[in-house]
């Protein structure tokens, strides 16, 4: 099973930006949906975006035209690109592979932490 490793978080003013990175153990060729997912203090973890194989995107509401999926396969890497940050934007941000729709697998890792604040 693929082991997902996330960086690039920290904290940033409102209105600044952050990339944030996800790095597989393995190919990604074989994964058709990859997403970003995010835990606000004291809240449940929620879809934020999502990338299929052919680079279709899907987007939470919350974060359309501000934030930027993208994919490597190559590099076996998934990129957020988030911009115009807001401070309801801060939380842990995780990636995972998508089975269905928005629906993740159940296997999760550590995430990286978004602070948006000034």
């Known amino acids: 099973q693929v082991q997902l490793v996330e960086s690039g978080g920290g904290l940033v003013q409102p209105g600044g930006s952050l990339r944030l990175s996800c790095a597989a153990s393995r190919s990604m060729s074989s994964i058709n949906t990859m997403g970003w997912y995010r835990q606000a203090p004291g809240k449940g973890r929620v879809f934020v975006a999502s990338i299929s194989s052919g680079s279709s995107t899907d987007y939470a509401d919350s974060v359309k035209g501000r934030f930027t999926i993208s994919r490597d396969n190559a590099k076996n890497t998934v990129d957020l690109q988030m911009n115009a940050l807001k401070p309801e934007d801060t939380a842990t941000y995780f990636c995972?592979?998508?089975?269905?729709?928005?629906?993740?697998?159940?296997?999760w890792g550590q995430g990286t932490q978004v602070t948006v604040s000034s």
């Open positions: 995972n592979v998508i089975l269905v729709g928005r629906i993740p697998r159940n296997n």
